[in-house]
């Protein structure tokens, strides 16, 4: 099994800025393809961004992209989720998860996290 834990959440104002991490353990963690997610209230889970097992490749949601940088450190077991230029429409829980292929980090993950709170205020 692959266990991750996010952290770096928190409040801020609109247009600052939040440093995600998510951390795995297992032996196996360059193997997989990483990516976040994140579900405000009352709506559905929706992709944000992924990482390919190698760092090569990366994926964004329309609403991540050019704002958002998605990176991995297989050295230390961590992927990272900068974010920038954040607004209120940001304000969600944020999920880390783990795919052996990064075309199902978004859809269907084989493990994620539990999640952590990043709150965007006017």
């Known amino acids: 099994q692959v266990q991750l834990v996010e952290s770096g959440g928190g409040l801020v104002q609109a247009g600052g800025s939040l440093r995600l991490s998510c951390a795995a353990s297992?032996?196996?963690?360059?193997?997989?393809?990483m990516g976040w997610s994140r579900q405000a209230p009352g709506k559905e889970r929706e992709f944000v961004a992924s990482i390919s097992w190698s760092g090569d490749s990366t994926v964004y949601a329309d609403s991540a992209k050019g704002r958002f940088t998605i990176s991995r450190d297989n050295a230390k077991n961590t992927v990272y989720l900068q974010m920038n230029s954040l607004k209120p429409e940001d304000t969600a829980v944020y999920y880390c998860?783990?795919?052996?292929?990064?075309?199902?980090?978004?859809?269907?993950?084989?493990?994620w996290g539990q999640g952590t709170q990043v709150t965007v205020s006017s």
């Open positions: 297992g032996r196996t963690f360059r193997s997989y393809a």
């Open positions: 998860a783990s795919a052996t292929n990064m075309w199902r980090v978004g859809t269907n993950p084989d493990y």
